[in-house]
Nanobody, 126 residues
């Protein structure tokens, strides 16, 4: 059974930082690229960042580039999202995601992912 469990969300003032974590079980973690998405209130789910299997290749949405950093620890089956210089428009539920098929390419399209965590709320106050 595949499980993804996010943690680290919370309420922070604009300009602050948070670090999200996502622990993965039930899949060979180091055989899968990982992704973070978010869903702002009343909006569709949107891409945030992806990271390759080995962690050497990352990609980011333009809206978070230079402020967010995705990383992974394959020994701990965990992917992270370090969020700095947070803005009120970063307020959303953040999700990590993984595809069913290993060694597949990372994607910015949320419909390409098969397994999701429960989400963690990030609220940035102005």
């Amino acid at each position: 059974q595949v499980q993804l469990v996010e943690s680290g969300g919370g309420l922070v003032q604009a300009g602050g930082s948070l670090r999200l974590s996502c622990g993965v079980s039930g899949r060979p973690f180091n055989s899968h690229p990982m992704a973070w998405f978010r869903q702002p209130p009343g909006k569709e789910r949107e891409f945030v960042a992806t990271i390759s299997m080995g962690g050497g290749t990352t990609s980011y949405a333009d809206s978070v580039k230079g402020r967010f950093t995705i990383s992974r620890d394959n020994a701990k089956n965990t992917v992270y999202l370090q969020m700095n210089s947070l803005k009120p428009e970063d307020t959303a539920v953040y999700y990590c995601a993984i595809k069913r098929i290993p060694y597949s390419a990372a994607s910015i399209d949320f419909t390409q992912y098969d397994y999701w965590g429960q989400g963690t709320q990030v609220t940035v106050s102005s």
